[in-house]
């Protein structure tokens, strides 16, 4: 997958719960390409005994992996909420650092039956890893995308999900 005759940095966002994740590791593995998770550095981190609290630990470590990764001529799949203009703006600063194409994916899941169903069944696959209450996930604040991105509504089958999206990276 290249942008500008080399890699792309396809930024996935959403809330918790809306299969984010499944989507963005099913895609970096269909694209042969890095997969960076923002809750897994956080559990390490929580894991370490440091205290993160509302610190975007997550996002600065992750940011500099994927700069890290990019230069070295590899695409990155970053997987995390992404829910303000700031995270996205430091995703953005990544791109333009390494001299990279930028892809947003603004997961959903438009049914709140089935999104709240998620929610209050997951559980944490990773030690440290907390995961949030669906009232957590409601209160969470949510800026709009300001970013060409693509859409996607979560529901059903993963598989067409992950085709489209791979379809539309490969444009």
Known sequence: MTGRGGP????FGGLPGVGKTTLARRV???LGVTFLRIDTIEAAAARSGLEIGDAPVGYL???WVAADQLRAGRSVVADAVNN????RAGWREVASETDVRIRFVHVTCDDDHEHRRRV?????????????TW?????RTWEPFIDDHLLVDNRGAVEPHVERIVAWLRR
């Open 135 to 139: 009232d957590d996930v409601r209160r």
């Open 8 to 11: 792309q940095l396809v930024v």
């Open 28 to 30: 970096a593995d269909a």
């Open 84 to 87: 303000v203009e700031v995270a």
């Open 61 to 63: 470590v992750a940011s």
């Open 120 to 132: 209050e069944s997951r559980a944490a696959d990773l030690t440290g890893h907390v995961v949030p």
